[in-house]
């Protein structure tokens, strides 16, 4: 699917692509037991996603450019070092579910153990979220926050009033 | 849009369930899986199909423009708010302990209100962005 959406021009088609290949990953979350990030993945990326870039093709163009004149060595070059980089580091990843993991040795048993006694929730990854980790999830919201009035202000949502 | 009969009643059948669907996730999801954050994206959804459906406008006259924006900023007053709030109460700031006389309610009940902020600011930060991008499509056309 990766391939297919470099490989055609026709820009509509790869957004709808990129909306299946986030559906279908949505599915593989819920296969992996993350229930959470699979609704996000496919409201967000199946979702609203696909319909802002849909609006993005409307108000530009769905035709892809043609292709650049002559091989680019030198980006060509850093992106398969980093590619290379990035698979290096997977060889020493712990094995998926890996009990002696060290995410699983340091303060996740913690919050497992106490976060419904402590919180009364309980669904662990709201507690989380919302409790332990209560400073990220504000720092994610103002970023929303910042999004959404960037958006307002660099495509004029509203108040501005025509000179004519 | 006036001709397609079938996705009109389609989407009018479907709205309100995803509106109570995304209701629940937000109200739920202390016990089931869900959240603030999806529950807000489901909720912005539902208008953003209604909106592709029966036109912006109608959407618009539904959640107007001066609402939304002062929603985008309300849900980030909640969660601050509620962080003031337990300072203030002697608590550290986001220590809902001493929201209520029992710190698991506390817990509790600050969960929910800040999960309740977080839904209100991605609903309408999502809604005011798609309905930015349709409005600036018809302006260029």
New interface residues.
């Given amino acids: 699917m990766a391939v297919g959406i470099v490989r055609l021009h026709n820009l509509f088609a790869v957004v709808m692509l990129s909306g299946i290949y986030s559906l279908i990953s949505a599915g593989l979350f819920v296969t992996m037991d993350a ?2 990030v699979a ?2 993945e496919a ?2 990326g199946g ?2 996603a696909t ?2 870039m849909l ?2 093709l ?2 530009t163009t769905d035709e892809e450019k043609g292709p650049l004149a002559n091989l680019q060595v030198l980006p060509l070059l850093v992106v398969l070092i980093t590619g290379a980089a990035l698979i290096y580091g997977t060889l020493d990843m712990p094995s998926f579910g890996d009990p002696q993991a060290p995410i699983h040795q340091h303060v996740a048993d913690l919050y497992l153990a106490e976060a419904p ?7 662990i ?3 989380v ?3 332990y980790r ?2 990220d ?2 720092g994610e ?2 970023v ?2 910042t ?3 960037g ?2 202000l660099l ?4 108040t501005r009033r025509r000179k004519d | 849009m006036r001709r397609h009969l079938v996705l009109r009643v389609t989407t009018k059948l479907l709205m309100p369930f995803i509106l109570m669907f995304a209701l629940y996730v937000q109200f739920h999801g202390d016990f089931g899986p869900g959240g603030g954050f999806q529950a807000g994206v489901i909720f912005g959804a539902g208008f953003i199909l209604y909106a592709l459906v029966y036109g912006v406008e109608n959407a618009r006259r539904v959640v107007p423009d001066s609402v939304i924006r002062v929603l985008i900023a309300t849900g980030l007053l909640i969660y601050v708010g509620v962080g003031f709030v337990c300072l203030f109460l002697g608590g550290h700031f986001l220590d809902y302990n001493v929201l209520a006389h029992d710190p698991v309610h506390g817990q509790h009940l600050g969960i929910s209100l800040v999960e309740f902020g977080v839904g209100t600011t991605v609903a309408a930060t999502m809604i005011t962005i798609f309905f930015t991008f349709a409005r600036r499509g018809r302006e260029v056309k």
């Fill in positions: 229930v959470d609704f996000t409201a967000v979702g609203i319909v802002l609006g993005t409307a108000l006694v402590t919180t009364g929730v309980p669904n990854v709201t507690a979220l919302a409790s209560g400073y999830t504000m919201l103002s929303i926050f999004a959404g009035i958006v307002m495509l004029g949502a509203g």
